[in-house]
């Protein structure tokens, strides 16, 4: 998928899959994926965090949701054995994995901490 097929600057968290990750990374200097399951509580906990911290910062970090049971190579690719399992991506390339949900305080002080 090329990069102009996203949206530029999403204030809501985008749909990625095995097949489109890698245009994403490439596309958004910043970007948090959300590894998740629709079977997963903790999971479905971070949705609405998720959904506001998208809106919070808009233009400044892309969130994304990856759902690991359609997207088996992602969870593969990155040695995913526990979710919620957030991958944070910087300029292309992966700077750290959060683990577990959590407040959304909690959470982006976490990110800001990875992207240093």
Known sequence: ?????FVKDPDHPIEVTDQNLDGAIAA?????????AQWCGPCKMLGPILENLARKHKGEIVFAKLDVDKNP?????????SIPNL??????????????AMPESKLIE?????LG
């Not at 190579?73 to 054995?81: E, K, L, S, V």
């Not at 991958?87 to 577990?100: E, Q, R, S, W």
């Open 110 to 114: 976490r990110i800001r901490d990875i």
């Open 1 to 5: 998928m090329a990069d102009d097929t």
């Open 87 to 100: 991958l944070v991506f910087k300029n292309g390339a992966k700077v750290g994995d959060i683990v577990g």
């Open 73 to 81: 190579g992602t969870a593969q690719r990155f040695g995913i054995r």
């Open 28 to 36: 958004y200097p910043i970007l948090v994926v959300d590894c998740w």
